[in-house]
């Protein structure tokens, strides 16, 4: 009966979410390409290849995740020579980073619509060897379609925020029939650990690894230089102090442009680069410089300005290489929004960050910046405007900020490998 109403609940919701489906599909390029994946229907060169078995599965939502995934594929390969792999992720942008990263032997796929017949058809057709989910995913139709099939399913980075917590507790005649069926739970955190057991999971099978994102790829692949080529093609000089928005969400541009202005008195040469978490909202990002009258290059369209106040990067893949040439950052998602976004990827490059009061999804990982005194983070625009201005006139103190913050990403590194010493026996 509980399966029964959660599958009646998916297919009406998935009918009610359709029509934002379709507006994302005509907004959004490439979200509508390999649509018909997620009903598990592959062109045949896909096909046959998923279908050779025994691959190793790893899902991951979006970019975060992806990210994880690909250096789970690294230590698991560094392990196991002998494995192979395929990717699925949910979004289209996640799916273009995977798709630019990715060894091009491992297929890369769009996740499978949850309800049981297309369930049944994908763990049919990739047999895999085992299913690694990254961070809180928890879809019932697969994870019991492989179990029934024998395949371990492991929870890897998982997580599970005080908010979402809340929403799962409503559902706990569902997580406690759903979560003995994994194998193992590799979380981030105590609090982690202590909410997936709360809502079901076997105490025995949830491990505290610490976040996988430390370990995330070190900075010097050569992404200052392509940052600094891209800057110079748009009229900014090499020597101008860069603030930088990563991963902005809606409303967070508008404090962001807002403090350039202010801020122009104190630092007279600053510039501000804004990489909107979202691409195509660069239309309403656009709408928002051009009414404060500021000269903006779009990197989707690179047209050369003489001495421009903003570079729009509307573009994907590319925030971690402008992180490694900026002077200051604020990352998203955390001022105007709730959850935050990751803060380790700039601090691993060793650069001061700002970030609002609201990052509920690195509860985890928050703290470890807090006590070594390698964060900024304020309560609202004028704190931000304020802290900006602090690092900005004071390159020393910045810098300084920067040094901690990547002496945590260094002295936090390692979950990962030991996440993957863990997971071997479950492949055999």
């Known amino acids: 009966m509980i399966w029964w109403l959660y599958n009646l609940g998916f297919v009406l919701g998935f009918a009610l979410m359709l029509p934002r489906f379709l507006w994302r599909m005509a907004r959004r390029g490439g979200y509508a390409r390999n649509f018909l994946q997620r009903f598990g229907r592959y062109a045949p060169e896909t096909r046959a290849r998923l279908a050779e078995g025994g691959r190793v599965w790893i899902h991951a939502v979006s970019v975060g995740e992806v990210g994880v995934a690909l250096r789970l594929i690294h230590e698991l390969r560094a392990a196991r020579p002998d494995l192979r792999f395929v990717l699925s992720t949910t979004t289209s942008t996640g799916h273009a980073v995977a798709q630019k990263q990715l060894d091009p032997a491992i297929p890369l796929i769009y996740f499978p619509l949850d309800v049981p017949p297309v369930s049944r058809r994908v763990v049919r057709l990739i047999r895999p060897r085992a299913l690694l989910l990254i961070e809180n995913e928890m879809w019932p139709n697969l994870i019991r379609t492989a179990r029934k099939q024998g395949v371990p399913v492991a929870m890897i980075n998982a997580r599970i925020s005080a908010h979402s917590f809340g929403g799962y507790r409503l559902l706990r005649f569902l997580t406690r029939q759903l979560l003995p069926q994994f194998s193992a739970f590799y979380a981030q955190g105590q609090p982690d650990a202590d909410r997936l057991i709360a809502l079901g999971a076997p105490a025995g099978r949830v491990h505290v690894m610490g976040s996988a994102k430390y370990d995330l790829a070190p900075a010097g692949d050569g992404g200052a230089d392509k940052a600094r080529a891209a800057l110079a093609a748009a009229g900014f000089a090499a020597t101008r102090p860069l603030l930088l928005g990563g991963s902005t969400w809606d409303g967070e541009e508008a404090v962001l442009l807002d403090t350039l202005s202010a801020l122009r008195p104190l630092v007279p040469e600053l510039a501000l680069v804004l990489v909107p978490r979202h691409a195509e909202r660069r239309t309403e990002v656009?709408?928002?410089?051009?009414?404060?009258?500021?000269?903006?290059?779009?990197?989707?369209?690179?047209?050369?300005?003489?001495?421009?106040?903003?570079?729009?990067?509307?573009?994907?893949?590319?925030?971690?290489?402008?992180?490694?040439?900026?002077?200051?950052?604020?990352?998203?998602?955390?001022?105007?929004?709730h959850g935050g976004q990751n803060i380790i990827e700039p601090a691993a490059c060793a650069k001061p960050v700002i970030v609002g009061p609201n990052m509920e999804n690195f509860e985890s990982i928050v703290p470890d910046f807090r006590a070594a005194q390698a964060l900024v983070q304020v309560a609202d625009a004028a704190g931000l405007r304020a802290a900006a201005a602090r690092l900005l006139q004071d390159p020393a103190a910045a810098q300084a900020l920067g040094t901690r913050a990547a002496a945590v990403v260094s002295a936090k590194s390692g979950a990962l490998h030991a996440t993957v010493q863990q997971i071997l026996p479950l492949l055999g």
Do not use: W
């Not at 990197?299 to 402008?322: C, I, W, Y």
């Open 286 to 337: 656009l709408r928002e410089i051009e009414t404060r009258q500021l000269s903006v290059v779009c990197r989707s369209a690179m047209q050369k300005l003489e001495h421009p106040d903003v570079l729009l990067v509307d573009t994907t893949g590319e925030l971690r290489n402008f992180y490694e040439v900026a002077n200051v950052i604020f990352v998203g998602k955390s001022l105007t929004q």
